[in-house]
């Protein structure tokens, strides 16, 4: 089982390392970091850096593909999405966090196909002609994508199952004692206060900027 996870300048840490803690669990696993430079990559609160051990020339065909989110996600044509469209032929799992659905999509990879992101880019999806699919995590033939930054955690786990039975998934889980009991309700915009889901909308264009 190879597993290829993107990385990027302004990507977001814990979109990869969230799968990659689950991924990497799945029995006979070869998880790889890759981006267009070997070395390290900045994350997007600036403080943490993480290593591409491959160039994306370098990288060898996978299994699974993941693409993680990040602040100005490389939404523009380039070598990158090159990369993804080759690196997709191969795949049995292309998936994404956060608006790394806006990057497949941007890639052409998710036309006419339901996808879901972060919930203040999720309507960005039709730009890019993907459906706007409300969800945790959203399921499209052989295309994952779960919604913003923790939801890779549930991501990473519906395809552990998919891939190696649910025992295997379940065992991951409680492994590393994935069970969630936040302290406070406001999670999703259908839960935060009103306040609170209204700032986030006027920082929309700090925490997210697509480019």
């Known amino acids: 089982m190879k ?3 993107l ?3 302004g990507m977001t840490a814990l979109d990869a390392i969230g799968p990659f803690e689950v991924l990497a669990r799945l029995p006979g696993a070869e998880v790889l970091f890759v981006g267009e430079r070997a070395g390290p990559v900045r994350t997007d609160t600036g403080h943490l850096a993480l290593m591409a051990a491959a160039t ?3 990288a060898p065909p996978a299994d699974i593909v993941l693409v993680p989110g990040g602040f100005r996600p490389p939404l523009a044509e380039g070598p990158l999405h090159d990369w993804l469209r080759a690196a997709d032929r191969a795949t049995t799992w292309t998936t994404s966090v956060c608006v790394g659905s806006l990057v497949l999509a941007a890639a052409g990879l998710l036309t006419g196909r339901r996808a879901t992101s972060h919930w203040l880019a999720l ?3 039709a730009r890019f002609g993907a459906v706007p699919t409300p969800g945790r995590v959203v399921v499209d033939g052989k295309y994952a994508t779960g919604a913003g930054v923790s939801a ?3 991501l990473a786990l519906d395809l552990a199952a998919r891939v190696a039975g649910l025992q295997v998934a379940q065992a991951i889980q409680l492994g590393i004692e994935y069970d969630p009991a936040p302290p ?3 999670g999703s915009p259908g839960t935060a206060p009103e306040s ?3 700032l986030l909308r006027v920082q929309r264009d700090s925490i ?3 480019e």
């Open 152 to 154: 890779g955690i549930d």
């Open 7 to 9: 990385t990027y300048d």
């Open 184 to 186: 406070f309700a406001a």
């Open 3 to 5: 597993i290829n996870i």
């Open 208 to 210: 997210f900027v697509a």
């Open 56 to 58: 994306l020339d370098e």
């Open 123 to 125: 309507d960005e999806l």
């Open 196 to 198: 609170i889901v209204a």
